[in-house]
């Protein structure tokens, strides 16, 4: 996740705690970020500490569309802090309802708020997800194992090499992209010119790859031991034929399953029963608010 080099390195979250207001810009510039939701999280809460006037037109844009419900309370709360109408937490120890995501740029993140957008979210029923005519079918998938090493304790301390069935796989140009998802002992991105010249990408457990007119996507994330860290990789080959991936958006809870919308549109169904949309053009948004926004 991205982090802002404001003061001295130290998170936007303590960053209003301490309100600081050298840090001010930067904070705008995290609220503003698109790559992470946790990271416009804690900007919108860091900008309502320090209290701020002229942080109010960008909180209130983040209020009224940002995709995510949680991010959009935390601007609103942020908002009403500033006008005098509410108030947070008194500095000090986090109080209940803090939780650490493991990134130095979410410490202390408020959960509060999640919890009360996310309290009544129930499972919806899947439409019938489609996929991509470029993705491979169960079949293809079985005769696409590839030889990679593989931990054979989840700390990864014994490997072996063995025959490993991906989970998911893309033809693209000069091969095929595949994914594994072990969930704890984790998963893979590679890709594969032949049986013999499979090449990492990154390691992360995969569960869909999908071509989007923004590009290719591959819905990466896992849930083991309260890691809900999620996020969707922009899978892209350069100009002398290398391919790579790197970090797009950031996911609410670990992806489950995901497939294309009769409208083209890509859904990502999540651990936590949030069901998110990723448009043509690389917009997200959540899934029964799609008509909406």
């Known amino acids: 996740m991205a982090t802002t080099g404001c003061a001295a390195g130290k998170p936007p979250s303590r960053l209003g705690l301490e309100r600081n207001r050298e840090a001010y810009d930067e904070l705008l510039g995290a609220l503003a970020d698109d790559s992470d939701w946790r990271l416009n999280f804690v ?3 860091a900008l309502g500490r320090i209290g701020d006037p002229r942080a109010v037109p960008a909180l209130t844009a983040t209020a009224l569309l940002h995709w995510y419900p949680p991010v959009r309370s935390a601007a609103r709360k942020a908002l009403a802090v500033i006008s005098g109408q509410d108030s947070y937490p008194k500095d000090g120890k986090p109080p209940a309802g803090h939780f650490r995501f493991g990134a130095p740029a979410t ?8 919890r009360a957008d996310s309290r009544a ?7 019938a997800l489609r996929t991509g005519s470029d ?4 079949a293809e998938l079985e005769q696409a194992s590839h030889h990679a090493a593989v931990a054979s304790t989840p700390d990864g301390r014994s490997c072996s090499i063995t025959p490993v069935p991906p989970r998911c796989g893309l033809r693209v140009d000069g091969g095929i ?4 998802n072990r969930g704890e002992w984790g998963g893979d991105l590679v890709f594969a010119a032949s049986p013999t010249d499979v090449r990492l990408l990154i ?22 031991k309260g890691n809900c860290i999620a996020h969707l990789y922009l899978v892209t080959r350069s100009t002398a034929g290398v391919w790579s991936a790197r970090k797009w958006r950031s996911l609410p809870a670990a992806p489950v399953r995901s497939g294309f919308l009769p409208d083209g549109r890509l859904l990502i169904a999540c651990a936590n029963r949030e069901n998110i949309v990723l448009s043509a053009d690389g917009l997200l948004s959540m899934a029964n608010e799609s008509q909406h926004r």
């Not at 979210?121 to 439409?127: S, V």
């Not at 993705?135 to 169960?138: G, H, I, M, P």
């Open 43 to 45: 900007a919108a809460v």
């Open 107 to 114: 410490e202390y993140l408020d959960q509060t708020d999640l």
């Open 121 to 127: 979210a129930e499972e919806r029923p899947f439409l």
């Open 135 to 138: 993705e491979l079918n169960q």
């Open 177 to 180: 992209l595949l994914g594994r």
């Open 203 to 224: 390691h992360d457990n995969i569960t869909g790859i999908h071509r989007l007119p923004c590009g290719i996507v591959a819905v990466a994330g896992g849930g083991h």
